[in-house]
């Protein structure tokens, strides 16, 4: 739902020359704030071309090899970034020209404006060798990555403390992949770079964000690891540095536990400059995982802090709920949360009466137990789905009003997807206080996938077409990647967020839980609703 109040200017056409060197084949991702362009440095229209060893500029379009250093000049590709808000340039200008150079840092090697598509526009350039965005990556990723990506990214980020550069904020847009799998900082925001080292409170805050985006990326059967990253994204370490050694020790006592089993992706879309979408998981003690997914609304500065507000409060009060000893029952476990959820709505009322605005967000999770029941929650039409025996089932129901005026007999579920008014909704969080919740329990059965998602996949792609992608794709990486890539084809109008929670087999599930196996589990019952 997002609405994003920074419009993105036309892209530039496939075949179009930017500045002197450039011509692009094509856009090739969107991100909040950027458009990324495939170009190369073919110029047909120049009579003469630069050597990117040495720079000298006046090789004639002809020659085979630079006349000043002997070096190829075969034809270069590059990935260049376009943003449209000028006000960051002259510190990303000042961060080019200290030409800093570490491992995982790809460096930009040209930086300039281009008024002409946009008064505002301006583009940065890398070298481009096959590398792939985070932003396509679904998550988790192996552990032995992330903690490869947080040496990595600790070293290079003290790098650019030592040299003064202090970055806005970080994020996974900040990242490409090497084929080899190395993760890469590039095209950073850069807020502005002094002849001194960062002090300790420059350095705090992009060390919290890198905290939160490894664990965003760590699998959530890692528990020690969630913590540890989760500490870092609440501030207990002070810099880079810092940081690095107290992943280093923890690396040494930690060892993984069980592979992956769960993913989540979040996507701006193709149309909307800010993705005001959220997702979380936790686990909250033993036996009990809960995922999330929240879709703000309210614009720039209101969808995406109600929908971050209800993912960590939701988490947060549902774990100081169950986290106890001995375990609560179930029915005690579903009060806590209805408790979370009517927090989480009453926080983000709070923020919103607070800050004049109206600030509301979709809500919808499941709360895993033992896998073997799964509490499914919602409130607005951000859905919560069953995969079973190779057939998509709707557990939640929308709270919308195209959603009421087809169990009012008075459209079809076809003619709801295309209503003028599907978009109405009869229930957000944030917007009111006190909201109904409604909760459904569902058994699991082996083999059994959740998936929770915003309107802009299934908005963008029926459920049928959603069935066949999970019947064809058992690796839920590669299934979340391509229900993302559905919505695109079906339009990308919205942000669009996966969650995809998988039931392991009746073995594993004992195995990790370490008690015996049992020989049945119960089937789906009839959902209940409450709320």
Not at 137 to 149: D, G, M, N, S
Not at 244 to 257: D, F, V, Y
Request: with cysteine.
């Amino acid at each position: 739902m997002a609405s994003g109040s920074r419009a993105r200017p036309p892209s530039f056409p496939p075949g179009s020359n930017i500045s002197d060197y450039y011509r692009v084949e094509g856009l090739v991702r969107l991100s909040e704030g950027r458009m990324y362009y495939l170009v190369n440095d073919h110029r047909p229209d120049r009579a003469v071309r630069r050597c990117w060893e040495c720079g000298h500029e006046d090789n004639a379009a002809s020659l085979a090899a630079c006349e000043s250093c002997g070096a190829s000049l075969a034809v270069r590709r590059f990935l260049l970034s376009s943003r449209w808000e000028r006000s960051g340039f002259e510190p990303y200008l000042a961060f080019f020209q200290k030409q800093i150079a570490h491992p995982a840092l790809l460096a930009p090697c040209d930086v300039f404006p281009w008024p002409e598509a946009s008064p505002n526009q301006v583009c940065s350039v890398v070298p481009y060798n096959g590398e792939t965005f985070l932003l396509d990556e679904a998550a988790p990723v192996p552990l032995a990555k992330v903690i490869r990506f947080a040496q990595r990214a600790c070293g290079m980020l003290g790098m650019l403390s030592y040299n003064g550069v202090r970055l806005g904020w970080l994020n996974r847009s900040n990242f490409l992949l090497r084929p080899g799998g190395d993760v890469m900082l590039f095209d950073p925001e850069v807020a502005s770079v002094s002849d001194s080292p960062l002090s300790v409170e420059d350095t705090r805050p992009i060390v919290m964000q890198l905290g939160e985006l490894l664990r965003r990326y760590t699998p959530v059967e890692e528990h020690e690891w969630q913590q540890f990253f989760a500490e870092a994204e609440r501030g207990a370490f002070a810099t880079p540095a810092e940081f690095g050694r107290a992943l280093q020790i923890e690396a040494h006592h930690q060892r993984s536990h069980a592979p992956t089993l769960h993913v989540g992706m979040t996507d701006v879309g193709l149309q909307r400059a800010l993705n005001e979408d959220n997702w979380g998981w936790a686990r909250l003690t033993e036996g009990v995982e809960l995922f999330v997914v929240a879709d703000g609304m309210g614009g720039h500065d209101c969808g995406e802090v109600a929908s971050r507000l209800a993912v960590e409060t939701l988490i947060q009060i549902a774990k100081e709920r169950i986290d106890v000893q001995p375990r609560p029952p179930l029915d005690t476990i579903e009060n806590a949360l209805d408790e979370a959820f009517q927090t989480a709505n009453n926080t983000i009322k709070g923020n919103a009466e607070a800050r004049g605005n109206d600030m509301g967000t979709t809500l919808v999770c499941a709360m895993v137990i033992d896998d073997q029941v799964a509490l499914c929650a919602n409130v607005g039409d951000s859905r919560g789905y069953l995969f079973r025996n190779g057939a998509l089932h709707q557990v939640t129901k929308d709270h919308s009003l195209v959603a009421r005026m087809v169990e009012q007999n008075r459209l079809t579920a076809a003619e709801a997807r295309h209503h003028p008014h599907s978009n109405i909704l009869l229930r957000t969080v944030g917007t009111e206080r006190n909201v109904d919740i409604d909760i459904f329990r569902v058994e699991l059965e082996p083999f059994d996938r959740l998936l929770l998602c915003s309107d802009g996949l299934w908005g963008e792609v029926e459920d049928g077409e959603m069935e066949s992608v999970l019947n064809q794709h058992a690796d839920g990486r590669i299934a979340a990647r391509e229900l993302i890539r559905a919505a695109h084809l079906g339009g990308g109008k919205d942000n669009i967020t996966v969650i995809l929670a998988h039931v392991p087999a009746a073995f594993e599930a004992a195995e990790a839980l370490g008690r015996p196996v049992v020989s049945a589990v119960p089937s789906i019952r009839a959902l209940s609703t409450s709320g």
